[in-house]
């Protein structure tokens, strides 16, 4: 017999319930007890959708995050939130979020700040998790009280749990140490306190714990190898079966150690390639569980469940009750239930499955493989229809596209001159002083443009009075810019609610969920558009807006567009073609976009790839194709302009020194980036990397409400100016500024002109 199971579940709730419940927790509003009540409610309906698998996760739940919730459990807190009372729950708060210094009415009434933990990306995922602070002197204590009164809960429930586990080695891997000492120094340290915790489970009657250890799926050097080696053999806990799951990609290199390390099960993904397969069914121990993530926690696709049974259907002969089935990962990452999503196409929503629809997958599987497929004959022919129809969709194959990306030659995406020449035309054209100043894009979206995007969504606002609107808010936008004295301006986008969204639903081949929440760090959760088909731009998507604006000044009007790498990055994708097949098809369109700018007269036009970086593979060894093709990518979208047009590029992560050639690939003529948080730090990198191009390093860090000074702006582009040639460079905030008020806005771009006028030695 096949044993299903699952290795997490969605926590926001389908109505994001916990989103709402927290803040208004934070907000005074609700008690720590109904909190926790709600939380609690949460975790019982979740059990009871995942009731028909024969295990069931119990401990993926998390107020906030679950490698914070780690943290907690090893007794494991940075010294400054362990402020002075407040209780458990305020002490979990003040590490996931901060609390400003002038918070004296919190429970905790502490006067001097707590900075929040350093967040960052889960793996290759958009959810973020709290990085683990470590020291030569860290110490863990185990407390895994919130641990086994959920497993208490479940048992309650009737819930067959199994308990899950971050593993010791990939919390060491996924912490950062403060003071450069090795973090897998504090193994020994470590592991008696899981050891402790795994007996714990033992006393409550738990049989098989789920272990993740997801760095299993990147490159591992010796010594992270033998830190497994070590940890598993420590961690033997009579009573215990440990089932060690690996996830978002394969194990490669890592097969071996992962089959032979001393542990009762292996869950691997094979989602992402099925190679890992034969040589692993060879290597592992005929005892072990093989426990196969065969249905993708990463995507909102139907399986092709009849294709799965065709190559499963041996291995179970084969393994036996040996084989488990699951998710390739948590379904964590994808939305809940698609149930609700009553207003999508019918046609697109019976190509689909989020995370309720994926478990029913599951189940259909392991009945097929149980009771022969017969017992399940009705779902198999319903799931082959549903996926012929989608790949027979006259909506998701367009020959015309398919016909545009057959002409695209590698001509298109070169610049007709190199960069000096092109920049010589350019400051011909645009006759921009030293040290251009510009912005990033968004200028603050304030409640009234909310609102009235809201009511025109919901039909409360005509078409007319939407643009006027708008319009009025292009127009005092342009009108700042010019009162500021700013060299190149922006028409600040107030229309667009998102950077992916705007462009995804002017696009063909893009579908919108109304629920499909998936949680990107506490309570905050993204929509991700369904990139479903052949992408098509019908019409112009900016070009009026741009227009209009640029109507309204003599200064050059910068155009604002969402790059292919971007748009793909961060939404759903279909999985019936490679990506970067999909990402050409994203170019074409933006490349459309950008010539129909140019011909309108824009001459300066921004496209931003905030996600390239986010797309890296998970090993160093897979980086080289995706940089290939994600640059070309861009290249097609904007290389196909005249010289004289300048093309600008925005990227806002802040680590960039190891793909800065790549970049440089990318030929745009000013790229825009985040430096001010690291002091210019980051341009470190251009000691080593001889950058062709200009670069803005962006001098106002917009994360934060300080208003930094004319003199301190003008401190860090000398900082700049040591690594960048002057006339390379621009002087620009990180990122967009929708998220502040004008009120600091106005004062942060006034000083940043100050700081301009005063580098070209003119007196404010
Ligand atoms: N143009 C966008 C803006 O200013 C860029 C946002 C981003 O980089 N995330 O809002
Ligand atoms: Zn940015």
């Not at 009415?105 to 959810?127: I, L, Q, S």
């Not at 978002?248 to 099960?265: H, I, M, S, T």
Request: glycine content about 6%; proline content about 5%; charged content about 25%.
């Amino acid at each position: 017999m096949v044993t299903t199971h699952n290795l997490g579940y969605p926590r926001i709730g389908k109505r994001r319930e916990l989103k709402f419940a927290l803040e208004s927790y934070w907000k005074g509003q609700l008690g720590a007890d109904e909190l926790e009540a709600q939380a609690a409610a949460l975790r019982r309906q979740h059990w009871d959708e995942q009731g028909g698998l024969d295990l069931v996760p119990v401990g993926d739940f998390s107020l906030y995050d679950h490698v914070l919730d780690t943290s907690f459990m090893l007794g494991h807190v940075p010294e400054r939130a362990r402020g002075p009372g407040g209780d458990a729950l305020d002490a979990y708060f003040r590490v996931a979020r901060g609390r400003p210094a002038q918070d004296r009415d919190g429970p905790a009434a502490c006067c001097a700040g707590v900075a929040a933990a350093e967040m960052t990306k889960w793996f290759d995922t958009n959810y973020h998790y709290m990085v683990p602070e470590f020291h030569a002197g860290t110490c863990f204590e185990l407390d895994a009280s919130r641990l086994l009164a959920q497993l208490e809960e479940a048992r309650q429930a009737g819930v067959r749990a199994k308990p899950v586990l971050l593993g010791p080695v990939s919390y060491l891997a996924l912490g950062k140490s403060k003071d450069g000492s090795d973090r897998l120094g504090l193994l020994p340290r470590l592991l008696p306190v899981y050891a402790r915790l795994l007996q714990a489970l033992a006393g409550q009657g738990v049989s098989w714990v789920q272990i993740d250890e997801p760095i299993l799926a990147t490159e591992l050097d010796m010594d992270w190898q033998q830190a497994f080696n070590v940890a598993y053999r420590q961690l033997r806990v009579p009573g215990i079966r440990i089932l060690l799951a690996s996830y978002f990609g394969p194990l490669l290199d890592n097969r071996y150690l992962a089959a032979n390390l001393p542990v009762d099960g292996l869950h691997v993904d094979t989602t992402r390639g099925l190679d890992d397969l034969a040589p692993l069914l060879n290597l592992l121990p005929a005892h072990k569980v093989l426990s196969l993530g065969v249905i993708s926690g990463r995507n909102v696709w139907k399986s092709d469940l009849g294709a799965l049974l065709d190559w499963l259907e041996p291995l179970a002969a084969r393994l036996g009750d040996r084989l488990w089935l699951a998710p390739s990962c948590s379904l964590l990452h994808v939305p809940m239930d698609l149930e609700s999503e009553t207003a999508l196409d019918p046609e697109i929503r019976s190509w689909l499955a989020f995370a309720r629809q994926k478990l029913d997958e599951l189940q259909l599987l392991a009945r097929a493989l149980n009771q022969g497929r017969e017992a399940v004959r009705d779902a198999l022919l319903a799931n082959r229809e549903a996926l012929a129809c989608r790949r027979a969709s006259a909506r998701v194959h367009r020959p015309e596209v398919r016909a545009a990306l057959d002409a695209v030659t590698p001509q298109m995406g070169r610049r007709r001159s190199v960069h000096a020449l092109r920049a010589a035309r350019q400051a011909e054209l645009l006759r921009l002083p030293a040290f251009p100043t510009t912005t990033i894009g968004s200028f603050p979206q304030t409640a009234q443009i909310r609102h009235a995007r809201a009511e025109y969504k919901a039909g409360r606002l005509d078409a007319e009075a939407y643009r006027a609107a708008m319009r009025a808010e292009i127009e005092r936008c342009v009108r700042e810019q010019e009162a500021l004295g700013l060299d190149v301006l922006v028409h600040g986008e107030a229309e667009r609610n998102d950077m992916v969204e705007y462009f995804g639903e002017q696009l063909e081949g893009y579908a919108f969920s109304r629920n499909g929440w998936v949680q990107s760090y506490g309570s905050r959760c993204v929509k991700p558009p369904i990139l479903f088909g052949d992408i098509r731009r019908t019409r112009p998507m900016t070009v009026e807006w741009t227009r209009f604006a640029a109507s309204l000044t003599a200064r050059p009007m910068k155009g604002m567009l969402t790059g292919p790498v971007t748009m793909l990055n961060w939404s759903f994708v279909r999985d019936d073609q490679p990506r970067a097949r999909t990402c050409m098809q994203l170019a074409l369109a933006i490349r459309d976009e950008v010539l129909d700018l140019q011909d309108a007269g824009v001459r300066v036009i921004q496209i931003d790839e905030a996600a390239l970086r986010e797309g890296l593979p998970l090993r160093r060894s897979q980086w080289e194709p995706y940089l290939a093709w994600a640059v070309e990518s861009f290249r097609i979208a904007a290389n196909g302009v005249a010289d004289d047009t300048q093309i600008h590029t925005h990227m806002c992560y802040s680590e960039f020194h190891d793909i800065l050639g790549a970049i440089a690939d990318m030929d745009a003529d000013v790229i825009t980036i985040e430096t001010s948080r690291s002091d210019m730090e980051l341009l470190d990198a251009f000691d080593r990397f001889d950058y062709p191009n200009q670069i803005g390093p962006g001098v106002y860090d917009i994360h934060s409400p300080n208003i930094p000074t004319p003199e301190q702006i003008v401190q860090l582009m000398r900082k700049a100016a040591q690594r960048i040639p002057a006339e390379r460079l621009w002087v620009n905030p990180d990122c967009g500024l929708k998220t502040r008020q004008w009120s600091e806005v106005l004062p942060a771009l006034s000083n940043m002109v100050a700081a301009a006028r005063s580098l070209r030695g003119i007196k404010a």
